[in-house]
């Protein structure tokens, strides 16, 4: 049984009172010596307690998409197939890059999203990535201009979508509903058209965050989400191959890798949008990054930014609450130089999706404003 969705959700709702009427029906009937009758009621009481426990569990990861899957939830997928040695990033997807130039493409097969909280157009594909040496899902959602007639020679901007971590490929279009928010906008010209891809970044299991790093002997994460994953989506659909056409977005541990990506790789980036991100990589206590003194340091973006020779040609738009990313936007802002810009939008509300969810639209609009609508 799935782990998301109605069936498991009403079992465990069903299960609560079921619990509570065993132990009320069994209570003083248990028969035999003190200690065994004891340890019987304890077992009852445990029994209703954990049914409570797991009711709301379901429901909160129902709600949040935290876990989209059994193998999320006990840690037990494989996610990396091998951890080859990854040549340079040497170029924009598409245009004269080796990644485009040294393989052929490769056409995937995309069906639904077996979710009930995740909207029907939204698209699902199983991706094995060549440089990266990772295997996982990649849900993909086409703005509503794409399939018009009037656009068929047309290319789109995409916006790549990371969750926090733990956290879905589902999450982005279940519980922020970023599709349902942006279509009536696109519709009304308000926003660009975006293809909006939301890849797998849950990949060591449910025990060590990645940072989106590429960490030798480990996992190629970077590589996956900067590299494979953009070149799935150009060899698949009519989307702009030039990195001034392209965003990367994130919450929480997401905004910190859509941050990273975004100074990291100004040739696949004109973009990066971090709500509630951080940039010490040991602000996550599960980061793989931040157990290396070395990896904690370049993969911190306000480091990566003051480092660069040449400050990338890059629009960044960070959030956060005071003690919760504010602080931390703010520094980066202090230390961007043009062409570089930040826009800094503190927040007041907590960390979660019930923050996150209300700025898309206006997030979008500041994306609009850097990658324009062509027509």
């Known amino acids: 049984m799935q782990l998301t969705g109605t069936p498991f959700l009403i079992c465990t709702v069903i ?19 003190k200690p065994l009758q004891f340890l019987a009621r304890l077992v009852m009481i445990l029994f209703a307690q954990i049914t409570a426990v797991l009711m709301v569990f379901v429901m909160v990861n129902n709600a949040n998409l935290i876990y989209g899957s059994w193998d999320d939830l006990l840690g037990t997928g494989n996610h990396i197939r091998s951890v080859p040695v990854v040549a340079a990033d040497n170029g924009t997807p598409g245009k004269g890059s080796s990644d485009a130039n040294s393989r052929p493409k490769v056409l995937q097969s995309f069906t639904g999203v077996d ?20 295997d996982g899902e990649v849900l993909v959602w086409l703005p509503p201009q794409y399939n018009d007639p009037a656009y068929k020679d047309k290319t789109f901007p995409v916006v790549e979508l990371l969750p926090g971590w733990p956290g879905s490929s589902s999450t982005w279009y279940g519980t922020l509903k970023v599709s349902e928010k942006l279509k009536p906008l696109m519709q009304a010209g308000t926003v660009s058209p975006f293809i909006l891809i939301s890849p797998r970044t849950q990949l060591l299991g449910n025990t060590v965050d990645t940072g989106c790093a590429d960490v030798p002997g480990k996992v190629n994460a970077d590589t996956w989400l900067s590299r494979d994953v953009p070149q799935m989506v150009l060899d698949n659909f009519r989307a702009d191959p030039g990195a001034d056409r392209w965003a990367v977005a994130g919450y929480s541990a997401g905004g910190h890798c859509a941050e990273k990506l975004a100074v990291e790789h100004p040739n696949r980036y004109r973009a990066g949008v971090s709500l509630s991100g951080y940039n010490d990589p040991a602000a996550e206590s599960a980061s793989l990054t931040a157990k290396d003194p070395h990896l904690r340091e370049i993969s911190n973006p306000l480091n990566i930014l003051k480092a660069a020779q040449t400050p990338p040609t890059t629009a960044l738009y960070l959030s956060g609450n005071k003690g919760d990313g504010y602080e931390g936007a703010m520094a980066v802002k202090a230390a961007a130089k043009a062409p570089t810009t930040v826009t800094v939008q503190e927040t007041t509300g907590a ?3 019930d923050t996150w969810a209300p700025m898309i639209p206006d997030v979008f609009k500041w994306l609009t404003g850097v990658i324009p609508a062509q027509h």
């Open 115 to 134: 979710d009930p909280k995740v909207p029907k157009d939204v698209q699902r594909t199983e991706l094995n990535g060549r440089l990266s040496g990772v």
């Open 15 to 33: 299960l609560v009172p079921v619990s509570i009427a065993v132990a009320l029906l069994l209570w003083g009937r248990v028969r035999g010596p």
């Open 351 to 353: 960390h979660s999706s």
